[in-house]
Structure formats: structure tokens, C-alpha cells
């Protein structure tokens, strides 16, 4: 049983990963009381930029230079997570309509770090030899909390 347990858990490297969603969630949060609160569209997208440049850009390029290439080419996840990268990539960088990519992104990433949570990671655990993975944890840098936003509009 103990044994059992200890197989799947997931290895640091992953745990480090996933404690960086934790940005992506709290600006999902955000983004929704914004909404909600009729804010300035201007205010939410100015966390959103913020947000994206200092940690979900590094994250997701992260990802891509570790994680993904443990996974075969034509693996249906990885390719999946790729193209939502790609996808919410644009959707920070849209200017055209900024109330619905914002409605958009608060949508498209919880639902992105959701899918990595509970399947990605899991295929990644599966697959990868341990070394593999120790050496991820030792290159990687975790992404950690660099700054505070002042302008609360979420309280
Ligand atoms: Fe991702
Ligand atoms: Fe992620």
C-alpha cells in the first residue's frame, strides 16, 4: 500500500509545475470579479498583460523546452496543450475586442491548467524515467511571486 502511494506521487519536478498554475488561477479569479464588477476594461487587461509576461509566457515556454519533448511527436495531449498555448498566446494579445478575450482567456486557461492537472502531467509521470525528470527539477527555476499588483480591483 505505502509502496502504492509512493508511486503516484508526483515527482517534484511536476510539483513545481503545478504550483505555477496557481498564477493562472488567480488571474482567471481576477479577470472573472472584474467582469463581474463592471471594472475598467483597461484596469483588467493591464493585470492580464502583467500577468502573461511574467508568468504564464515563462511557464509555457518552460513546458515546451521539458516537458513536452518527454512526449512523443504525435502524442494527441501534447499536441493539444501545444495548440491551447498557442491559442491563449493570441487571445492575450488581442486588442480587437478586449472584453472577449478577457471573457475568453478566463474561460480557455482555467480550462487549459484543469486539462494539464489531469491528464498532462499524469502522461508525463507515466512516461518519463525518473533521471529524466530529476534533471528537469534541477534546470528548471520555479517562477515565484516577483511583485505585488497594486491596483486591486477584485476586492
Ligand atoms: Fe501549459
Ligand atoms: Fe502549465
Given at each position: 500500500?505505502?509502496?502504492?502511494?509512493?508511486?503516484?506521487?508526483?515527482?517534484?519536478?511536476?510539483?513545481?509545475f503545478?504550483?505555477?498554475?496557481?498564477?493562472?488561477?488567480?488571474?482567471?479569479?481576477?479577470?472573472?470579479?472584474?467582469l463581474?464588477?463592471?471594472?475598467?476594461?483597461?484596469?483588467?487587461k493591464?493585470?492580464?498583460?502583467w500577468?502573461?509576461?511574467?508568468?504564464l509566457?515563462p511557464?509555457?515556454?518552460?513546458?515546451?523546452?521539458?516537458?513536452?519533448?518527454?512526449?512523443?511527436?504525435?502524442?494527441?495531449?501534447?499536441?493539444?496543450?501545444?495548440?491551447?498555448?498557442?491559442?491563449?498566446?493570441r487571445?492575450?494579445?488581442?486588442?480587437?475586442?478586449?472584453?472577449?478575450?478577457?471573457?475568453?482567456?478566463?474561460?480557455?486557461?482555467?480550462?487549459?491548467?484543469?486539462?494539464?492537472e489531469?491528464?498532462?502531467?499524469?502522461?508525463?509521470q507515466?512516461?518519463?524515467?525518473?533521471?529524466?525528470?530529476r534533471k528537469?527539477?534541477?534546470?528548471?527555476?520555479?517562477?515565484?511571486?516577483?511583485?505585488?499588483?497594486?491596483?486591486?480591483?477584485?476586492d
Open positions: 500500500m505505502e509502496e502504492n502511494v509512493k508511486s503516484i506521487k508526483r515527482h517534484k519536478a511536476i510539483q513545481m503545478s504550483r505555477e498554475h496557481h498564477y493562472a488561477l488567480l488571474l482567471c479569479w481576477r479577470i472573472r470579479q472584474g463581474k464588477k463592471s471594472v475598467e476594461l483597461d484596469r483588467i493591464q493585470l492580464s498583460d500577468t502573461f509576461k511574467t508568468y509566457k511557464h509555457f515556454e518552460e513546458e515546451e523546452k521539458h516537458f513536452f519533448p518527454l512526449l512523443d511527436e504525435d502524442d494527441k495531449l501534447k499536441k493539444r496543450a501545444i495548440a491551447e498555448h498557442r491559442r491563449l498566446e487571445l492575450f494579445n488581442d486588442t480587437s475586442d478586449i472584453k472577449r478575450a478577457l471573457n475568453l482567456i478566463e474561460e480557455e486557461l482555467e480550462a487549459h491548467i484543469r486539462f494539464e489531469k491528464n498532462l502531467f499524469n502522461r508525463i507515466e512516461v518519463a524515467e525518473n533521471e529524466q525528470l528537469i527539477e534541477q534546470l528548471h527555476q520555479e517562477i515565484k511571486p516577483t511583485d505585488i499588483w497594486k491596483d486591486n480591483f477584485w
